[in-house]
């Protein structure tokens, strides 16, 4: 099998473009979200990654046997609205975040699709950067890490969560559930009574602004720490907690691939260690 290379994402190249691109795919997750029906763990308000870019997936539109898709669409450059044999692309040239509102709600509702979403949280009217270079790098990095985080997923026994894009922090994310119950947590919450471990990548954020690889732990195992990760990875214990390797110390490096998989799998296997799974 080629080796898979990992495209580097210096942020001074596309930090503008970056938070266009996560405010876009904030205004597709609402979306997704009202016309999706509910998910385990809110799996229906996030986005998944296609060779075009961003997809909220096909979604049922209410009253009808029919569905829609709305597609962030890295390649051609546009947002495209879809229903049956319609198509509708919304060129992405600098769109402020309302007039992007306004043109996909218009085109879904021309089509007989009325999402129920909050418009002033998209009323935003300054206009934005794109540049169409910079959203191609990001789609090469995102496309390569989704298939790496898919071919993860196939190792890991259990349950785990899809390969998702959660708009809110614009993070590429993967959870892996032990099927152990957390103690003292009510069985039905379904947000914090499984153990899980989430492998996840953002592109960077207040924190920590250059894009970086994060492996957490719920509920986080102070003895976790004291496992060995291979390098890059380090343990992070500030602000949150996690395993931490910094995206461009991996990126055009060879055998950076399965180096992620080596930390991502050394991890997991000490987290299951601590948790008898």
Known sequence: ????????????????????????SQLLGKIRRALTPPQPHWWHASLRVTPEGLTTTAMPIPGTEAVCEVVLNLRRHCV??????????????????????DEVLDALNKRGVQPDIDKEAFGDPTPRIYDPAAAERYLRVITVLDRLWK?????????????????????????????????????????????????????????????????TAYPWPDALAQAQLPQPARWHLASWKGGLIFYNELAGRPGAADRLLTIFRAAQQAFAALRNT
């Open 151 to 215: 071919q993860f997923k196939a190792e890991l026994p259990g349950d785990t969560s899809p390969v998702q894009i959660w708009p809110h922090h614009f993070d590429l994310s993967l959870v892996w559930f032990t099927g152990n119950k957390v103690p003292g947590v009510d069985p039905e919450d379904e947000e914090y009574a499984d153990e899980q471990m989430a492998f996840g990548f953002s592109t960077g954020d207040e924190g920590i602004p250059d894009a970086y690889v994060y492996i």
């Open 80 to 101: 495209t609205v879809a229903r049956g044999d319609y198509a509708r692309d919304i060129p992405l040239s600098g769109h402020s975040l309302r007039r992007l509102r």
């Open 1 to 24: 099998m080629p080796e898979i290379a990992l495209p580097p994402l210096p942020l001074a190249d596309w930090r503008e473009t970056r938070d266009t691109l996560h405010a876009y």
